[in-house]
C-alpha cells in the first residue's frame, strides 16, 4: 500500500512508559516517515526536542484516558501541550455526559478544547471510545465534534474494553460525511487490521506497534 506509513500515529501511551521508550519511538518515526508520535502530555517537550527538523509531528492526549476531568483542566493541559510542542491533541469525550443526553455540555467540552488549540495552530482530535456507545451515540457524538470544530473522530483510547472496528469506523465515515477525518485506534495490531480500517474508511490510524506492521508490509 503507498505512503502506508503516512497513516500512521506511532503511539506509546502506557503508565510505565519511560525517556527512553519515548525516545526510541520518537527514533522510529524518524526512520519510517510516520506522520506522529501520539504521548502523554508530559513527554510532548522530549519528543518535540527529538523530532526537531523533521516532518514528524507530535500529537498529545489530553483528559486520557477517561475524558471524565473538568473542560477547565482539558483546556489547561492543551494549553500546556500546544505550548510545548504539541501540533494535535487527541482529546477524550466526556462519555458519561454523551450518555445523559448533556450535548451542550459535550459540545462545548470540545470546543473549548479546540478554541486553545487553533492558539496554536493545532488540530484536535475526539476519542469517542466507540467501544462504551451505541450507533445512535456514534452518530450523535460525530455531529457534535463537527459543530465543535473538531477535525477529527476517533474510535477508542485502547484503555478500554475493546478497541477499533471496522464497523464503527464506517459508521464514523457516513456521519461525518467527508466534514471529519476519522482515526481508528485500539487494537491495530497487524497489517491486516490496519488494511482493513483504512479500507472502511480511516485517514489515520493510532498504533503501537505501526514498526512491526511496516515490517509485515515489505515481507
Known sequence: ??????????????????????????????????YAVCVNSCYVPLAARLLEGSNVKVASVVGFPLGACSTHVKAFETEWACSE??????????????????????????????????????????????????????????????????????TSTGFSKAGATARHVAL????????????????????AKAKEMIEAGADRIGASASVEIMKESMR
Not at 182 to 187: D, H, L, T
Request: glycine share 6%; aromatic share 6%; net charge negative.
Open 1 to 34: 500500500m503507498k505512503d502506508l506509513n503516512l497513516y500512521f500515529d506511532h503511539t506509546l501511551l502506557k503508565p510505565e512508559a519511560t525517556e527512553e521508550d519515548i525516545a526510541r519511538l520518537c527514533s522510529e518515526a524518524r526512520e519510517y516517515g510516520f
Open 85 to 154: 510542542g504539541a501540533e494535535e491533541i487527541d482529546m477524550v469525550i466526556h462519555v458519561g455526559a454523551l450518555k445523559e443526553k448533556r450535548y451542550d455540555y459535550v459540545r462545548q467540552d470540545i470546543a473549548t478544547v479546540v478554541a486553545v488549540a487553533n492558539e496554536h495552530d493545532a488540530i484536535v482530535k475526539v476519542i469517542l471510545e466507540t467501544c462504551l456507545l451505541t450507533d445512535e451515540e456514534i452518530v450523535k457524538a460525530c455531529e457534535l465534534c463537527r459543530q465543535a470544530g473538531a477535525s477529527f473522530v476517533k
Open 172 to 191: 464514523m465515515k457516513e456521519a461525518v460525511a467527508g466534514d471529519l477525518r476519522v482515526k481508528a485506534s485500539g487494537g491495530i495490531r497487524d497489517l
